[in-house]
């Protein structure tokens, strides 16, 4: 809601507008800019419903202002703070332009002026919490709920007619969204701003920085929601060249106000709060609809008989049908014989040589035989021995390599059928 001499003000400017400006020449706004021949201007303003779009700004939502190309909304958080935001409220002034503002109540509490400076001026004043915490993302309703209120009970204390003056828009400190947060204040008719990109002007770069990001994100958008600071040295700096390259580039200025009983919102399609609505490059807008076909027989098919499923149904039902294993495949192998996991003395260096050097194996070999020789074929030798083959064949599977004696080439051993060990 703003205030009735607000909406009086705005609405001899769409009066003036409508008849001179919409041409959309930017020369035709300086008329409306007394002493100031070479302004921007606003081009139009835009009455919103936050009922209708109750999140805005593609940095975070789907939806943002429904803006045409090359069409501008300046927006400034976290004043007013005299010595910065009188300076952006003066560059504004001289330009005719008309700004969205998102007050801190703590900054209005202790500036009340401040607040009716830009309500003075015709901006439009929304609120942005009372202290600012960046933890809306994690704060339970018993905090934010306190936050929101604070800085809508601090703003509406500096304006003579609030319930007018104050625009029911809210900006969630540092963007720090969270359902909840966006689900409370939309429940109370507030409109949620994001905004389609920001220009760093709250971190430590240039005040040529955050002119060339501002300029550079707007013109890869083609129109938007720019987010600036008017608490920021930067910002000042910067903001005389970013509102004279807006006019060198011909982009637009628009004020954005909320819809009241006496001013209905914009008329607006749904398709124009997109940032970039589906156009002929986007195929996917292009599919054809799938056709409503209509079926001109509804009969029911029958349904299938246990014959068509072509399932053996005598001595066993359909379902479950019986493992490979059930159905005993495997017994009908011939079993393994046990000669063909049998080692035959002296092939230990064959066996080794299938993994090491044939030198490496010879020496293990001979070192394996030496005692044995020695001993006389002990247990222990045996035990090794046979330790040995189990590994060879664990490590080989099968076909076993047998060789005979030393540097003899390894032949497969007949495999035996008939044993009835593993039956
Ligand atoms: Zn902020």
């Not at 409503?292 to 246990?306: C, D, G, I, Y």
Request: hydrophobic share 40%; aromatic share 6%; charged share 20%.
């Amino acid at each position: 809601m703003i205030g009735s001499s607000v909406v009086f003000r705005t609405r001899s400017w769409i009066v003036l507008c409508l008849g001179l400006l919409t041409l959309g020449t930017p020369a035709a706004f300086a008329a409306d800019c007394p002493g100031h021949p070479d302004a921007l201007g606003t081009s139009r303003t835009l009455v919103v419903d936050p009922r209708e779009h109750p999140r805005i700004g593609t940095m975070q939502y789907r939806e943002t202002l429904p803006l045409r190309d090359h069409e501008v909304v300046l927006t400034f958080d976290d004043g007013p703070l005299p010595k910065y935001s009188n300076q952006i409220l003066k560059m504004l002034d001289d330009e005719c332009i008309k700004a969205t503002f998102f007050i801190i109540g703590g900054q209005a509490k202790a500036n009340p002026e401040g607040v009716r400076k830009l309500v003075a001026a015709g901006h439009t004043v929304g609120t942005h919490s009372m202290n600012h915490p960046l933890t809306f993302d994690r704060m339970p309703i018993e905090k934010y709920e306190p936050e929101i209120n604070g800085g809508i009970q601090w703003t509406s204390a500096a304006m003579t007619d609030p319930a007018k003056q104050l625009a029911p828009f809210f900006r969630i400190p540092g963007l720090m969204r969270a359902e909840g947060v966006e689900n409370y204040l939309i429940s109370r008719g507030i409109q949620v701003w994001s905004a389609d990109f920001p220009a760093d002007d709250w971190r430590h770069v240039s005040p040529d920085r955050v002119y060339q990001l501002a300029i550079q994100r707007l013109e890869a958008k083609g129109k938007g929601i720019l987010l600036l600071h008017d608490i920021q040295p930067r910002t000042v700096a910067a903001l005389p060249k970013i509102i004279r390259d807006l006019k060198a580039r011909g982009y637009r200025i628009v004020h954005v106000v909320p819809a009241t009983a006496d001013l209905p919102a914009t008329p607006t399609a749904a398709v124009e709060w997109l940032l970039h609505p589906p156009t002929e490059t986007t195929p996917i807008a292009r599919w054809p609809a799938v056709p409503n076909f209509v079926f001109a027989q509804s009969t029911m098919l029958p349904a299938p008989a246990l014959a068509d499923l072509n399932a053996q149904t005598e001595h066993q039902p359909v379902l479950p049908r019986r493992t490979r294993a059930q159905l005993d495949v495997a017994s009908t192998l011939p079993v393994p014989g046990h000669d063909l996991f049998a080692i035959p003395e002296g092939s230990i260096e064959v066996l080794l040589s299938t993994t090491l050097s044939r030198r490496a194996a010879t020496r293990l070999a001979m070192a394996a035989e030496t005692p044995r020789a020695a001993k006389g074929k002990s247990g222990s030798i045996k035990a090794g021995k046979s330790r040995a083959s189990r590994t060879a064949h664990a490590a080989h599977g099968t076909p076993k390599h047998a060789g005979q004696a030393k540097g003899t080439t390894p032949r497969p051993t007949r495999v035996a059928t008939s044993v009835k060990k593993r039956a």
